[in-house]
């Protein structure tokens, strides 16, 4: 998942528990998702609302946690 927002193929919905889209797809993993972005690894691009669509993007940690593995 952290990949596919660093090769700029995510998007990621507005709201408290947002949804991650990989190819226009929604991501199966829900959860998943919301683990990443609530660790601070993964968040939106631009400000958003809720259900809006925009470009995810890695946080720092998450550039830095990308390159751990």
């Known amino acids: 998942m952290l990949r596919a927002v660093a090769a700029g193929r995510a998007e990621v919905t507005g709201g408290a528990e947002p949804d991650l889209y990989v190819d ?37 940690d998450g550039r830095a946690a990308l390159a751990a593995s």
Do not use: I, K, N, Y
């Open 24 to 60: 226009g797809l929604p991501c199966c993993d829900r959860t998943a998702t919301h683990d990443l972005v609530h660790a601070g690894l993964l968040r939106a691009a631009q400000p958003t609302s809720f259900g809006l669509r925009v470009c995810a993007e890695l946080t720092d």
